[in-house]
């Protein structure tokens, strides 16, 4: 079993629409939990970064996390073209920057 | 905002020979680095951390002669792939930190990637 798992996709939805984008994790250690945007030949960009659990809100940006499910969950409010791009999860136990990536779903926002 | 200046983005070679990749934090001082690989449709596999002025550490599996690592300065990490073959070619994106994963901090910065394609 994967430490990480998170569908690859792609999700395609039209434009404006609420997106959700989850990940679920195996090990109930994993403290950091965070979301990066990745657009076609170029790196990451963080977008969300939480400690714990609990939701954090970022403009159309949400972040959730639930320990007890060991599920994050990241939602897109209005979405628009230019959120069309992978998005990865990444988890980790501590500071030590060992990150376990998921695999990244690709998103595609139709107008 | 911290930016990573990554270089080459693009680079193709013939089998046998050497690239040098140079990751460079522009605007702050990165204590530690990492050099990730990505395949196509996949994520992002850790290949080494490098913190300044010591060795690389390798994951299990990376080839630490084939994939060679300096940090020489706290601005500047670069990977060298040796004798580069087909099965090298990939894209191969780097990240810096300025020091621990502290809440609220945007804890890695990650270059724009280079794209390296073996003959």
């Known amino acids: 079993q994967k430490e990480v798992e998170q569908d690859p996709g792609p999700l395609s939805v039209p434009e404006g629409a609420i997106v959700s984008l989850n990940c679920t994790y195996s090990?109930?250690?994993?403290?950091?939990f965070m979301w990066y945007r990745q657009y076609s030949r170029k790196g990451p960009e963080l977008l969300m970064y939480t400690y714990s659990s609990g939701n954090k809100e970022d403009g159309r940006f949400t972040a959730q996390v639930d320990k007890s499910s060991k599920y994050i969950s990241l939602f897109i409010r209005d979405s628009q073209p230019s959120d069309s791009a992978t998005y990865l999860c990444?988890?980790?136990?501590?500071?030590?920057?060992?990150?376990?990536w998921g695999a990244g779903t690709k998103l595609i926002i139709k107008p | 905002g911290a930016v990573v200046s990554q270089h080459p983005s693009r680079v193709i070679c013939k089998s046998g020979t050497s690239v040098k990749i140079e990751c460079r934090s522009l605007?702050?001082?990165?204590?530690?680095m990492f050099w990730y690989r990505q395949f196509p449709k996949q994520s992002l596999m850790l290949m080494a951390t490098s913190n300044e002025g010591s060795k690389a550490t390798y994951e299990q599996g990376v080839e630490k002669d084939k994939f060679l690592i300096n940090h020489a300065s706290l601005t500047l990490s670069t990977l060298t792939v040796t004798s580069a073959h087909p099965e090298d070619s990939s894209f191969y994106i780097c990240s810096a930190s300025r020091g621990g994963l502290r809440f609220g901090a945007n804890v890695l910065t990650f270059g724009a990637g280079s794209r390296l394609t073996v003959l």
């Open positions: 990444a988890i980790a136990k501590d500071s030590n920057y060992q990150l376990i």
């Open positions: 090990n109930s250690a994993f403290q950091y």
């Open positions: 605007d702050f001082q990165a204590t530690t």
